[in-house]
């Protein structure tokens, strides 16, 4: 019953500052980097999709491999320095 009355006042009285508020908490922040991800990730698909379709038309297993290989090498370095940030983000 607290989660029904805690929803009827967020909805009937809502917190202006994490509507409009420009910190990373704010809905304006998130719907930002919601969108700047989606786009990146969009047209990063696309750059590094194109030449392993084209690879693997042309039946070039050991190019296909190197293009696997060097895509796992890039998420994980990706990942490595965006914990790295998250964590420096979360120290301060």
Not at 21 to 50: K, N, R
Request: a neutral charge; proline letters at 2%.
């Amino acid at each position: 019953m607290t989660i029904a009355s805690n929803i009827s006042k967020g909805l009937l009285n809502p917190d202006l500052t994490l509507l409009f508020g420009l910190t990373t908490s704010g809905i304006l922040y998130l719907l930002f980097e919601t969108i700047c991800i989606a786009f990146l990730g969009t047209i990063f698909g696309a750059f590094l999709g194109a030449p392993l379709i084209f690879v693997m038309n042309s039946y070039r297993w050991n190019e296909v491999e190197s293009i696997l290989i060097g895509l796992i090498f890039l998420i994980l370095l990706v990942q490595f320095f965006s914990n790295k940030m998250r964590a420096n983000l979360v120290k301060d």
